[in-house]
């Protein structure tokens, strides 16, 4: 089945414990993307990557890194989570330049305490 | 940054009748892409109208476009308690280098048994 696997799906840390969130997908699809969604300000995108090593800034970088090291995955990393990441997050793929819908995750609810 | 704004923000229906949701994006697009996320799922990706197409069907859903107005409607004939969920639309501008997805506040809806 074509999917975009996130882990964990819930997870609880304490401010400053460095985390990654994993994200994989099986469709060889080169585009990802990871969002954020926060009641009020909807889905804001964090980084996207357009191939294996190219990354880049979306509207919301702060605070995160990414790495695409291979095609299938992007983790999403937090080196010193803060209260103010705590967040419901969605990983994303597509085929770059396809024009096609979005593949997503089914999320990751981080709470940061 | 917000391109697109959903109208309503929330809607309530009875199971039979259609919804109507608008959206209006700021911004020259490739295309404008709908989707549905049931409550702290992922989305799911329900249909994309290229920039030069005017109107395009999926099923019970209707998607329109009017790039002169810069607005996008979804409509959902015949509604089901099943199609509750929030509905949020995406544009794909024309001066993204990084093909993203761009998403508007959502609309709320609540289909009623």
């Known amino acids: 089945e074509a999917q975009v696997t996130q882990n964990p799906r819930y997870l609880i840390t304490v401010t400053g414990k460095k985390l990654t969130v994993t994200c994989s997908q099986n469709?060889?699809?080169?585009?990802m993307s990871w969002y954020r969604q926060d009641p009020g300000l909807g889905l804001r995108q964090i980084y996207y990557s357009m191939n294996v090593e190219v990354t880049d800034k979306g509207d919301v970088p702060e605070g995160y890194k990414v790495s695409r090291k291979e095609k299938r995955n992007f983790p999403l990393i937090l080196e010193s989570p803060s209260p103010n990441q705590t967040s419901l997050y969605f990983c994303a793929s597509s085929l770059w330049g396809s024009g096609e819908g979005y593949t997503f995750g089914s999320g990751t609810r981080l709470t940061v305490v | 940054s917000q391109q697109g704004e959903e109208d309503p923000q929330a809607l309530s229906i009875q199971e039979g009748e259609n919804a109507t949701m608008n959206c209006s994006y700021k911004t020259s697009i490739n295309n404008l892409q709908w989707y549905r996320q049931n409550s702290g799922r992922g989305l799911v990706h329900l249909i994309l109208?290229?920039?030069?197409?005017r109107e395009k069907h999926s099923g019970r859903l209707r998607v329109t476009l009017d790039t002169s107005k810069k607005s996008s409607s979804l409509l959902i004939t015949a509604s089901r308690a099943a199609d509750t969920a929030s509905y949020f639309c995406?544009?794909?501008?024309?001066?993204?280098?990084?093909?993203?997805?761009?998403f508007g506040g959502g609309t709320r809806l609540m289909v009623k048994p």
């Open positions: 469709m060889n699809h080169e585009y």
């Open positions: 109208i290229r920039s030069n197409e």
């Open positions: 995406a544009t794909d501008a024309s001066d993204n280098a990084g093909n993203m997805l761009t």
